[in-house]
């Protein structure tokens, strides 16, 4: 998932270049690859750690957050795209978002401490930003959609941390 991150990151940077001011691109390109540096390095060690279960749960979910918050501060840069770019960061947020199912496991606080950011972020942008071309029924309609696909992607979360946990505890029986 780095590299998509990274990648997604680049590509947002390269779209909005022409309208942002380029060190707040950089700046914030920096940060969203930064805080996957961190929590790789972090998350790498916390399952041998001599910390407590909740402890690294904690950790866990702050390193979620604040990458969230990273990710999700891509809306920023909405005011001056035009509504093909903000429609290809929307699928890139969204896109990160479902990712995120599978690589947190769907652990529901890990997960929403990550989704709920760039979500509803990305709603918000929609619902505020002026329109450039499109109608204001088009981006509240997308609004609306960005909550309806982080009410699906919470429950694939759900469903898919309940069939891990199912999982181990069906291999658990078998070992005893």
Known sequence: MPWAVGLSALFVMAMAWRHVPHWALLAWASSVI????????????????????????????????????????????????????????????????AGAVGTTNGQPRVFKAFAWPVMLGLSLAWAITP????????????????LAFLAVQNGLARDNYRALTESVSMRNEQIR
Request: aromatic share 4%.
């Open 34 to 97: 930064g805080m996957q540096v961190v929590r790789w390095s972090v998350l790498r060690g916390l399952p041998t750690s001599d910390r407590t279960h909740a402890q690294r749960m904690r950790i866990a979910v702050l390193l979620s957050g604040l990458n969230g918050l990273a990710q999700g501060s891509a809306v920023v840069f909405f005011y001056d795209m035009t509504d093909l770019q903000r429609a290809v960061v929307s699928i890139l947020l969204a896109g990160i978002t």
């Open 131 to 146: 329109h450039n071309g499109s109608s204001l029924l088009v981006d509240g309609a997308m609004s609306v959609l960005c």
